[in-house]
């Protein structure tokens, strides 16, 4: 009797064991998602595991370039990339980025119509906006004399080991640039020698090369000014009274971040309901608190805090963006770039 009950009871544990099993491959789907640091209500992704039983694994990079290389190298498989326009369009024209199918992202509807087909996606067929902003400085009001204006805060003296620098290629090299009159995007290879020279000129007075810890350093105090992104300098302002930003009056970078699926995936169904979810009014009025960029949907607008609307970092105005222009794909020529910033730093 006895070996009959343990018989009975073996049976039954193996058959749920089996059913247990069987029931959590049914749809395990795995999304592998790459983006920036910082760059997403973390809250988000666990929402959307939840409600569609989706798996997310979540990756992120610092610049443009080291998400180039992660994807060309094929460690991962990834489903969605969220990044900026210059290296989308690269992989656009490398072959490398699916078309999406908007009949899945019917969100995609309240995504501003001067975003939808842009310079890195002329046929607006590949991407879907997430995010917008500038390239500015952002500086401490307690430390800075005045109200600077120019790209030469980067360069001043009086501000010695108190400068934070990008440690993004594009970026720091477009400072210079502009600084010398010169177009973010020239391959001229005078001009950008003379960026170069103008970059290693600066770096006794550099206190750091770095990218995500700007805008803590700047928070805390650590430094003076700081070349920044708007949205980083949104929320550096919104923890420290003391600090404010500005775009230089000889121009500077106007991005777009976008999502987008590359021909790696094995889900794509499941990253455009990713992308649909993200561009939820809600949830992108949940991420706009959190990452404080720039927003391109027309109904979340409505609704964002007024005093953002206040701040040049959040909302341009049209004399700032008339002075601004967009990273573009260099093709072969990036590599003259890679050469340049790999000089500055070694230097």
């Not at 089996?18 to 795995?30: I, L």
């Not at 992104?229 to 404010?244: D, I, K, P, R």
């Not at 960029?293 to 963006?321: C, K, M, Q, R, W």
Request: net charge negative.
């Amino acid at each position: 009797m006895k070996k009959s009950i343990l018989t009975v009871t073996i049976v039954i544990v193996l058959l749920l064991a089996f059913v247990g099993c069987s029931g959590e491959n049914k749809d395990s789907v795995v999304l592998n998602v790459l983006n920036y640091g910082e760059y997403i209500d973390m809250d988000l992704l666990d929402e959307f595991e939840n409600t569609y039983d989706v798996k997310i694994n979540y990756e992120i990079y610092p610049t443009p370039e080291d998400m180039y290389t992660k994807v060309k190298s094929g460690a991962t498989n990834f489903d969605l990339i969220i990044s900026s326009d210059y290296m989308i369009e690269r992989l656009i024209n490398e072959g490398w980025v699916e078309e999406l199918d908007y009949d899945n992202i019917p969100n995609y509807q309240y995504i501003d119509e001067d975003f939808k087909k842009t310079a890195y996606d002329p046929e607006g067929k590949y991407t879907v906006p997430y995010f917008w902003g500038t390239l500015g400085i952002l500086y401490d009001t307690t430390k800075v004399q005045g109200t600077p204006t120019s790209w030469d805060l980067l360069w001043d003296d009086n501000y010695s080991g108190q400068i934070l620098m990008m440690d993004s290629q594009r970026d720091s090299l477009g400072a210079a640039l502009k600084k010398l009159g010169y177009s973010l995007n020239t391959t001229n290879e005078s001009e950008l020698e003379e960026a170069k020279q103008l970059l290693i000129q600066q770096k006794p007075l550099v206190l750091a090369y770095v990218v995500d810890e700007v805008r803590d350093m700047m928070i805390g105090g650590e430094a003076a000014v700081a070349l920044l992104w708007s949205g980083e300098a949104v929320a550096a302002m919104g923890e420290n009274e003391n600090l404010a930003y500005y775009v230089p009056e000889e121009g500077s970078n106007v991005w777009v971040d976008a999502m987008f699926i590359p021909n790696t995936t094995t889900n794509k169904k499941e990253a455009e309901m990713f992308i649909n979810f993200l561009t939820d009014k809600d949830n992108t009025l949940r991420n706009i608190d959190y990452v404080w960029y720039s927003t391109v949907h027309t109904e979340a607008i409505n609704e964002v805090e007024e005093f953002l609307f206040d701040n040049p970092g959040f909302n341009p105005s049209d004399d700032i963006l008339d002075r601004t222009e967009m990273f573009r794909d260099l093709g072969d020529s990036l590599q003259l770039y890679y050469r340049i910033w790999t000089e500055v730093l070694a230097n």
